[in-house]
C-alpha cells in the first residue's frame, strides 16, 4: 500500500515536470536529451519530464538596449563620448538560443566598434550635424550583422554626444558670437525698415497735401468762376429786364446820375466824365429849376458876410484834367446833388 502511495506522488511530480504554460509576448525552447526539439508557443504544452526541457525562455517583444558612453575619436583628432539607444526584436528564437552566446554583449561591441568607424569618417561639426545620418548608417550595418543571431534591430539613436571641455567652451562662445551677430544684423535691418517706412510715409504725407492744395485751389477758382458767371448773368438778366420794361430816357438819365455818384464818392483820384453825361446833368438841373423841383430856399436878406476865399480844386484847376471834367466841375450841381 505504501509503495503504490510512493508510485502515484511520483507520478504526479512527473506529470508536473510535464506541464509547461507559455505566456504571450514568450516562447520556449525545448531540448530533447540535450538537442534542439521545438519551440513552444504562448499557451498550454505537456513535454515529456526528465527527457524534454526548457532549454531558455525568450522574449518575442521590442526591446531597448541602453549602452554606456563609447570613446570615439573624429577625423579631425577631437576625442568625445557618445552613447547609444539600440531597439531590437528577436524574430528566430532558435538562431537566438544558439547562434551567439551572449548576443546582447555582441550587439553591445558591435555597436561600439560601428560607431567608432562612422565618426571617424567625419569631423566634429560633421557630428554634432548628422545624428539622422549615423542613425541611419548603424541600423543597417547592425541589421545585417545580427541576422545570424535571431535579432532584428529596428532602430538606432544617439543619444548623446559629449565634446571634451575646452570645445564645449570653444562651441559656447561661438554659438554667443554668432547669436551677437544676429541680434546686430537684426537690429540694423529694424533700423533699416523703420528708415524706409518713416521716408515712405514723409512722402506720402507731402503728396497728399500737394493734392490736398491742388484740390483747394481748383475749389477756389470754381468757386470764383461761378460767382464771376452768376453777376454776369444777374447783371445780364438785369439789363434784359430794362428792355422789357421798354424805359424811356429818364431812367436812363437816373441810371447815369447814379453811376456818376459812385464815381464821385471820393475814393477815385482822377474821373473822367463822359460829354454827353455832362451835357445831361446840365439840362437835367435846368428843367428841374424851371419846374421848381429844384432847392427854393428864400434868399436871405441880412448883410452878406464875409465872402470866403475859395481854395483852388486840384481836380478842376489842374491843367491835366480834361475839359469835359472842368466843365462838369463849375456847373450848379456837385458830386452831391446840390446846388
Known amino acids: 500500500m ?10 504526479l511530480i512527473a506529470v508536473g515536470f510535464g506541464i509547461r504554460i507559455v505566456p504571450q509576448g514568450y516562447v520556449f525552447v525545448i531540448e530533447r536529451l540535450g538537442k534542439y526539439h521545438n519551440t513552444l508557443v504562448p499557451g498550454f ?4 519530464p526528465f527527457i524534454d526541457r526548457v532549454a531558455k525562455r525568450v522574449s518575442l ?8 558612453p563609447q570613446d570615439v575619436i573624429t577625423k579631425d583628432n577631437v576625442i568625445m563620448k557618445i552613447d547609444t539607444v539600440v531597439y531590437f526584436k528577436v524574430q528566430d528564437p532558435k538562431l537566438y538560443a544558439y547562434g551567439a552566446e551572449r548576443p546582447i554583449l555582441a550587439l553591445e561591441n558591435l555597436t561600439a566598434t560601428t560607431l567608432r568607424n562612422l565618426v571617424g569618417e567625419l569631423e566634429l561639426d560633421q557630428t554634432l550635424t548628422s545624428r539622422d545620418n549615423i542613425n541611419s548608417k548603424m541600423r543597417v550595418i547592425l541589421d545585417e550583422a ?6 532584428k534591430v529596428g532602430r538606432v539613436e544617439l543619444k548623446n554626444i559629449i565634446p571634451p571641455e575646452e570645445i564645449q567652451r570653444s562651441m559656447e562662445k561661438q554659438m554667443k558670437a554668432e547669436r551677437d551677430r544676429r541680434e546686430t544684423l537684426l537690429e540694423a535691418e ?8 518713416r521716408a515712405e510715409g514723409d512722402k506720402q504725407a507731402l503728396v497728399l497735401k500737394a493734392e490736398a492744395e491742388r484740390d483747394a485751389a481748383i475749389a477756389r477758382a470754381t468757386g470764383q468762376a461761378e460767382s464771376i458767371r452768376l453777376v454776369y448773368e444777374a447783371e445780364a ?6 428792355k422789357e420794361a421798354n424805359m ?16 464821385g464818392d471820393g475814393r477815385a483820384t482822377k474821373i473822367v466824365v463822359p460829354t454827353d453825361l455832362a451835357g445831361a446833368a446840365s439840362d437835367l438841373t435846368f428843367k428841374t429849376e424851371m419846374l421848381g423841383f429844384g432847392n427854393n430856399t428864400p434868399v436871405d436878406k441880412a448883410p452878406a ?3 470866403v476865399e475859395k481854395k483852388a480844386d486840384p481836380c478842376c484847376n489842374d491843367g491835366e484834367k480834361s475839359a469835359t471834367t472842368q466843365h462838369f466841375a463849375t456847373t450848379h450841381t456837385d458830386f452831391d446833388g446840390q446846388n
Open 190 to 197: 529694424g533700423h533699416k525698415q523703420a528708415s524706409i517706412t
Open 2 to 11: 505504501a509503495f503504490l502511495i510512493v508510485v502515484l506522488v511520483l507520478v
Open 237 to 242: 438778366r438785369g439789363i434784359e429786364m430794362l
Open 305 to 307: 458876410s464875409k465872402p
Open 61 to 68: 517583444k521590442e526591446q531597448v538596449a541602453d549602452f554606456p
Open 45 to 48: 504544452h505537456v513535454i515529456i
Open 248 to 263: 424811356d430816357e429818364r431812367v436812363l438819365l437816373i441810371k447815369k446820375l447814379e453811376a456818376l455818384s459812385k464815381l
Open 146 to 151: 545580427t541576422d545570424p543571431w535571431g535579432i
